[in-house]
């Protein structure tokens, strides 16, 4: 037993105050939570943090000084808590299709969870900038239809992909990444974290950012620039607006809760393509 942990300030962290039993129905609920409650996103690295992805660092961060992180850490701290409350399930590696350069990065590129209420398989993920809202069900070719945009299952070459397209929106959408259902330990995603930290082909090393879904949208703090975006039936629009470095401080504690002890380098650089297409 991993000690850390107390569920009930996790899941006040998180806006949830209902009902605790591993069915799917609190799984929906808990999930939906956590997204518009805890950011995605890379500003650890861009004020000096180093990443460890160790369970109780995580908690501290994202729990006790209510910061966010990307997939290492909320995937990984979420697994956690559906652990504690009874679910059972698996981590899962993933590689994302950055839309910047098409292609798709390398093995453990994402860290994600396959949660089994009542013996079913869901797939959930809390560390995705564009995820989605509500688990999805482990079946081909069902187009889910959320709040923030229709997402669909594909099994190709033994491999299963994600796609997401607008409300509204026609065709089968871009693919968000791949992911197998081998089941995967914490550990073994630590070089690929500390890759992210370093590397001119991760979006997280080149630019500083972080982003919260909305009940009708999302906002994204990026470089010096506040997007924010509204979801609807017939699409998305989005809103930019310059902020100058004095604005950033304000602006992540005033839309995203987040007040940080170091200072943040707001850079916003080029993602260099890698050099093999895995």
């Not at 500083?208 to 609807?232: D, K």
Request: one cysteine or more; glycine letters at 12%; charged letters at 25%.
């Amino acid at each position: 037993m991993i000690r850390g942990m107390e569920v009930g300030k996790y899941l006040a962290r998180i806006g949830y105050r209902g009902p605790t039993e591993p069915t799917l129905e609190n799984l929906m609920a808990i999930h939906h939570c956590h997204l518009l409650s805890v950011p995605f996103g890379s500003l650890a690295i861009h004020c000096g943090e180093g990443i460890v992805p160790e369970l109780p660092r995580l908690y501290r961060k994202i729990v006790e000084e209510r910061r966010g992180g990307f997939c290492y850490e909320l995937n990984s701290l979420f697994a956690w808590l559906l652990e504690e409350l009874g679910y059972p399930l698996r981590l899962l590696s993933g590689q994302v299709r950055s839309p910047i350069t098409g292609r798709f990065g390398p093995p453990f590129d994402h860290l994600l969870i396959l949660a089994q209420p009542g013996g079913r398989s869901w797939l959930c993920d809390v560390g995705f900038g564009r995820a989605f809202r509500t688990p999805l069900p482990l079946e081909a070719g069902r187009p889910q239809a959320q709040e923030n945009g229709v997402f669909e299952l594909g099994l190709e070459a033994g491999a299963w992909h994600l796609r997401r397209r607008q409300l509204g929106g026609q065709g089968a959408g871009d693919t968000l990444y791949r992911f197998t259902l081998e089941g995967r330990r914490r550990e073994d995603f630590g070089p690929m974290c500390e890759y992210h930290q370093r590397s001119p082909s991760s979006v997280f090393a080149c630019k500083a950012f972080c982003s919260l879904q909305l009940p009708q949208g999302m906002v994204t703090y990026m470089g010096r620039r506040l997007i924010e975006t509204e979801y609807s039936a017939g699409g998305e629009r989005q809103v930019t607006t310059r902020l100058t470095e004095e604005q950033i401080p304000l602006v992540l504690r005033e839309r995203f809760g987040i007040v940080l002890r170091n200072t943040l380098v707001p850079r916003d650089e080029d993602v260099t393509p890698p050099p093999d297409e895995y």
